[in-house]
């Protein structure tokens, strides 16, 4: 039997560290977001002054005992956590129960008139609405009339460097870091690329589905929803399914809600992208494109751990295409892998061809070459595997 690696899971405790940062100091700075992005009344205020103290100083406290996931949270780790330092258990997990606690300090799960608002919506609305949407839009018109192989590299990249744009990465990163790279010294680049193993993927038929499970709303859900619209569009695959997270999660991660924002956007603007907003419209009314929020979606596991009926879901399509960096450390398993580690063999598991298309923003990664892995450090000082300005195409399950 072919060994499966393993290595170190990833824990936030070690002062100094990336994991360390996110909890010390991010999770602080998105209760201070979420409180300035509405009119919260004392209790709400009360509820993040508590969650703020036991994230930053306390311990992992249970879920009310009539919260409606509770027995889906105890089962995904919180009956051997809780009364634990949110730095000695998993990085992934933390970070996960963090959001669970901070939507409930807002009212999002009521019953309440909070319920069901978006602490993040304002923030993922002022991007969709930036000009600097639009001209990423307007860039459409000059693909029209491209031949098919020249579009679609454009748009698969299009999606793969849209990770970038993702709010919660932006409150910690150096604006540098999170704009387009430090100039003149790490040009964005894609570090490992099998980008014809995912083309040669879907059938030339165009009998295939498409599984995508998005990331980010606002400006990576956009490129996403125009790759599929094209292939869809160009007969590249028949069916697409978008999966989406069922409720608001790591700041700017897409909802249905998001869907809709991000659709109707589209159909509204103005050039060659209304009509990728309008077959994305028709796609969804006749059934072609669907939108999935699956539970797990917004679990703090690994891919590994994923239910049966998810498993059946993915198996179900011809490829699946994970977007961005926490897709990514979910799919992999959030572990200090040698960055040699062959990403076949940590995805092993997965249930059909798998690709991820990911910007680089933890230190998690796999499947690169020795001679990229010395290069980088040499020149770069770890700054590349979370800086946001190295990518990576990888296929595996082919
Ligand atoms: O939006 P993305 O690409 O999933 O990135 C979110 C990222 O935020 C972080 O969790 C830190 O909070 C990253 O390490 C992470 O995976």
Known sequence: MPEIPTAPVLLGGEPGSFPHGVLAERHPAIIRQVREAFP???????ALDALLESCTAGVIEPLPADAHDRDRW???????YEGRSWFDVPWLWSESYFYRLLLDAVGYFGPGPWQGIDPFRPAKLAELDAPDTDEELAALDDLEGAADAERSTALLHGSLWGNRADLGFRLSASSADAGAGRAGQDAPRVIADDSDTLWSLLPPSGTGTLCLVADNAGRELVPDL???ADLLAHGRVENAVLHVKPYPYYVSDATTADVVDAVRRLTAAPGAVRGYGRRLWSAMADGRLTVRAHPFSCS????AEMPGDLREDFAAGTLTVLKGDLNYRRLVGDRRWPPTTPFGDVTGYFPGPVAALRTLKSEVVTGLDARTEAALDATEDGHWRTSGTHAVIQV???
Do not use: I, T
């Open 40 to 46: 919260y009344g004392p209790e709400q205020h009360r």
């Open 396 to 398: 595996s399950g082919a």
């Open 226 to 228: 125009l790759l599929v």
């Open 300 to 303: 703090p596991l690994p891919y």
């Open 74 to 80: 105890q089962a995904w780790g919180l009956a051997a």
